[in-house]
Structures are given as structure tokens and as C-alpha cells.
């Protein structure tokens, strides 16, 4: 933005480097969400200000903003001066479309600023930009308040070189979740964008042979609901990129699927499998959203899925915290077919019972390719857990000393409150509008549920330093850690801590070597 050089910056590292770190981070006295020096990138009640200092520093932006806004377009007018300057044109025709590039430009410069249409009064939503893979230095995740508050000129965000990774997401604004006055000009503008992103996720669909790679890197900053459903089928790898190859491979998988059903399912009150039922029976009612668990087809679906599961998977079995993870694909499966306005009311009693069951058979097939990759989290004893709540204590140790020591001195111990948060992968934790947006990510990374997860962990945690600081009673804190007040996210706070976790991905990227073997 043209104002960064004014604001403070939000990203800028300390000049001093910390022990094992490859990047220029943020250490212990800087944290990387400081809610008292960045609130803008927190959900805030602040009331907007009302002093004219404040609205004059507004004004001045943007007459600078509407006076040089056009001067960086590089569209159709740029393409027909090349022309120009490439061939030898006879002065009509050069004068022609000279005056055709001024037209255009004034017609821009004319046209009312985005700060502008939203007014002072209104809260503009926050985007959060993720990093583009060009040549060269790369650029971090930018996460950018367009809130003209008191706090905005503290939170501009600045970019780092950082590595290239091959999971480098797509230069693509993040589609925010949330609804605006649609007579604004901002909601016009992300409509346009969300109908843009969407044209380009169904031209790759679309394509005899679909680029996976190229739409891992599309997903990353969210899937729109429409093509949702196939694109989690080929991010998990239950479907082939190739087109030709999809009905066949379905009606093959569904078929299997069955079949595990004609000749397992009736074992399930045999002595030797009935505790397994026994517990996925009990859990499930246990499970959130209730209006979706608690109707009687969808509990027969998960008991289904859950009890095959388990047979066919004698090393781990059924274990508590599996369960969720069957919700998020039923979930984005069963909204190809109905509207819903909400995922946690969705109504499956006018769905078609042929659909349902080919809905359990792929929920089943894509649960069984994410738990492939996390099974030892739930085998005898749950190593993998263990383990990554420990990579998790030694990650925010290195991000933000002062919590990690608040949280030694008053002895709550990670396992207490992270186990939860490896076992479920945050599903209790945030709403299951925010998971599903969360598991766009996840499965745009080579290792998302396995590794990225890590990272998104240790985002969550700093992001709530300022409350878990403010605790100083053990019983408090820790009651605080197992439900931490997320009832209200939106897509736009899952973005922030998206955006949070990719660059604490590279920033400290070796820390959790510590613990491999």
C-alpha cells in the first residue's frame, strides 16, 4: 500500500537474530500477534473515532490514493502501446488508440476509491494476501487492516524474503467470510473477485487432466463452495487428476465400500467387536453440530464409517477424537446437494437415500486418505500426539518466551490443552464453518493435517497471549486453554491465523527436528 512507509510495521523483524532461527523473527518481546500494538488483526469492539485529526489523516490518504491509484494499472492499455511501439503504424491509427488508452484512464480516475464507498462509519473487513511464487526473493503472507481506526496506522503488515517452498500458494487475495451492505462498493468488489476465483477453479476442473499441484496452489486460500466437494476429492486423493477416469473410479470405491458393509457390519454385536461399537455409539452423540449429529440417518452414517473403519484398521481401532473428523467431509459432501445457509443446520431429510449412501462411501474413502497420513496418532499409547505436543512446547518457547514461561510458572503443562487440539485437529476449538475453511489449507499442503498442523497450533496459542498473560490463577488459565472464545469466528480470522502459521512455517521451520530421529 502507498501509506506502509507512515505505519508502523506489523511484520518488520528484530535486527537480532535468536538461537536455531534461519529468518529475521519476531522473539520473545515481540510476538507476532501483540493484541495491544495490532489490534486491527483481532477482533475488536473498539468504537471508530471520532476526532477530526483522525479523519483529516483518512482525507489526506485518500486524495492521495485517488490521485495516484490509476498510475500502477497494468491492463489492456499497456498491451496496445507495446503494439504501437512494435509495429509501424500510420499516425490515424496511432492517435486513435492514444486517445482510446486516455479515455480509459480517465474513466479509472474518475471512478469513487474503495475507502471512499465504505465511508468513515463503516468497518471495512480485513484480507489477508498470501504470498505469490515469482522468481526471486519470495514475499511473505501480508496480512493487511484496511480499518481506519486508531489502532490502523499501527498495523500495516510488511513483507521478508523467505525460502521457496513448492507448496507456495497461489498470488490470491484470501475470499473473506462475513456478509456487507451490498449497495457498497467493497462487497461489489468481492463478489467480482469470488466469481473470479471460482471461473478459475472450474477452467482447472474442467480440464481433460487436472493440474493437481496447480490446484493445491489455487486451494490454499480457500475453496469456493460450489466446487468444494471435487476439489477435496482430488486434494485427497480418492480421485484421479484424469477426468475419463472419475465415474469408474467412484462407482468402484462405493462399490468397495459396501461390500466392507454386507460382510462386517453385522459383527459389530459379536463379543469381540461389540466394545468398539459399543463406544462409537456413545461418542457420537457427544459430537457437534447437534441439529446435524443427533438426526437418525446421519448417526447410522458416522456409526457405519467409524465401525468399518475400525475392522479394517486393527493397529489403532476406534479411538476417541476419529469421530470428528468425519463431520467436515460429510459436511462439504451433503451441501453439493442442498442449500444451506448454515453448515451447522444442514437438514439431510430431502436428500435422496441413493445420494446418502454415495455420500457415507466417499466420506469413508477421504476420511481413511487423511487418517493414513496421522494414524500414529492413534495407535497404542498415541506416540504421534505426544510427540507433536512436544514439538509444540519447544516451537512457542522459541516464538514467544514471556507465554511459554507464564504458562511453566503456573504449571499448566501443554498436554493438558493441546492434546485436545492434535486429537481433534482443532474441531473443538473453532466452528465447523472455520474447520472446513481451515481443512481448504490443510490439504493444499504436502503435510497439512501431519505437520502444518503444528504451526496453525502455535498461531492459535500466541494469538491469545494478551488473555492467557491477564491469568494468573492456574485453574483460570487452563480453563481459559480449553475454551478459548472462537464462537463467533469467520473465514477472516481463520485467514489471520492461516497467514500467522505460514510464516512461522519458514521463520522456524527447523524447530521441531529437535524430536526426529
Not at 485437529?425 to 505437520?451: A, K, N
Request: charged share 25%.
Amino acid at each position: 500500500m502507498a501509506s506502509d512507509g507512515a505505519r508502523k510495521q506489523f511484520w518488520k523483524r528484530s535486527n537480532s537474530k535468536l538461537p536455531g532461527s534461519i529468518q529475521h523473527v519476531y522473539g520473545a518481546q515481540h510476538p507476532p500477534f501483540d493484541p495491544l500494538l495490532h489490534g486491527t488483526l483481532l477482533k475488536s469492539t473498539a468504537k471508530m473515532p471520532t476526532t477530526p485529526v483522525k479523519a483529516k489523516r483518512v482525507s489526506t490518504f485518500q486524495e492521495f490514493e485517488s490521485n495516484t491509484s490509476d498510475a500502477w494499472d497494468a491492463g489492456e492499455d499497456d498491451d496496445e502501446l507495446l503494439a504501437m511501439a512494435a509495429e509501424s503504424l500510420n499516425s490515424e491509427v496511432v492517435m486513435e488508440t492514444a486517445n482510446r488508452v486516455l479515455r480509459n484512464h480517465s474513466q479509472r480516475q474518475g471512478r469513487p476509491t474503495l475507502q471512499e464507498g465504505l465511508g468513515l462509519q463503516q468497518k471495512p473487513r480485513p484480507e489477508a494476501e498470501l504470498p505469490s511464487p515469482p522468481s526471486g526473493d519470495l514475499r511473505l503472507v501480508k496480512s493487511v487492516s484496511e480499518s481506519h481506526t486508531s489502532c490502523s496506522a499501527e498495523s500495516a503488515s510488511d513483507a521478508a524474503p523467505l525460502q521457496r517452498s513448492q507448496s507456495l500458494p497461489h498470488a490470491a487475495t484470501v475470499t473473506l467470510g462475513g456478509t456487507s451492505d451490498p449497495s457498497t462498493l467493497s462487497s461489489s468488489a468481492l463478489s467480482e473477485r469470488e466469481a473470479s476465483r471460482l471461473d478459475k477453479f472450474k477452467q482447472l476442473l474442467a480440464g481433460p487432466n487436472t493440474d493437481l499441484e496447480e490446484l493445491r496452489k489455487l486451494s490454499w486460500s480457500g475453496i469456493p463452495k460450489p466446487v468444494r466437494p471435487m476439489t477435496w476429492k482430488l486434494l485427497s486423493g480418492y480421485l484421479p487428476a484424469n477426468v475419463d477416469r472419475r465415474p469408474a473410479t467412484l462407482q468402484r470405491k462405493q462399490k468397495e465400500y459396501f461390500a466392507f458393509i454386507e460382510h462386517y457390519y453385522d459383527s459389530r454385536n459379536d463379543e469381540v467387536h461389540q466394545d468398539t461399537y459399543r463406544q462409537i455409539h456413545i461418542d457420537i452423540p457427544r459430537m457437534s453440530p447437534e441439529a446435524l449429529i443427533l438426526q437418525p440417518k446421519v448417526t447410522e452414517i458416522f456409526e457405519r464409517i467409524l465401525f468399518i473403519w475400525a475392522i479394517r484398521h486393527p493397529a489403532s481401532g476406534y479411538v476417541q477424537g476419529i469421530n470428528d473428523l468425519v463431520t467436515p467431509f460429510f459436511v462439504v459432501f451433503i451441501c453439493e446437494y442442498i442449500e444451506a445457509e448454515e453448515v451447522d443446520t444442514v437438514d439431510v431429510s430431502g436428500v435422496p437415500a441413493e445420494v446418502l449412501r454415495n455420500i457415507e462411501a466417499d466420506t469413508y474413502w477421504c476420511m481413511s486418505k487423511l487418517l493414513d497420513g496421522i494414524q500414529d496418532n492413534y495407535t497404542f499409547a498415541q506416540p504421534g500426539i505426544q510427540m507433536k505436543v512436544k514439538m509444540l512446547e519447544e516451537l512457542v518457547s522459541r516464538i514467544d518466551e514471556q507465554v511459554h514461561r507464564h504458562l511453566d510458572q503456573h504449571e499448566v503443562r501443554y498436554l493438558q490443552f493441546a492434546f485436545r487440539w492434535m486429537n481433534n485437529l482443532l474441531m473443538r476449538e473453532v466452528p465447523l464453518r472455520c474447520t472446513i475453511r481451515l481443512w481448504d489449507t490443510y490439504q493444499s499442503e504436502p503435510e497439512g493435517f501431519s505437520h502444518f498442523h503444528l504451526y496453525v497450533c502455535a498461531a492459535f496459542l500466541v494469538r491469545w497471549r494478551k488473555e492467557i498473560l491477564e491469568e494468573k490463577d492456574f485453574q483460570e488459565l487452563l480453563l481459559f486453554l480449553q475454551n478459548l472464545p472462537t464462537a463467533h469466528w469467520d473465514d477472516e480470522d481463520v485467514s489471520l491465523l492461516l497467514a500467522e502459521a505460514y510464516r512461522l512455517k519458514f521463520a522456524f521451520a527447523d524447530a521441531p527436528n529437535h524430536y526426529k530421529k
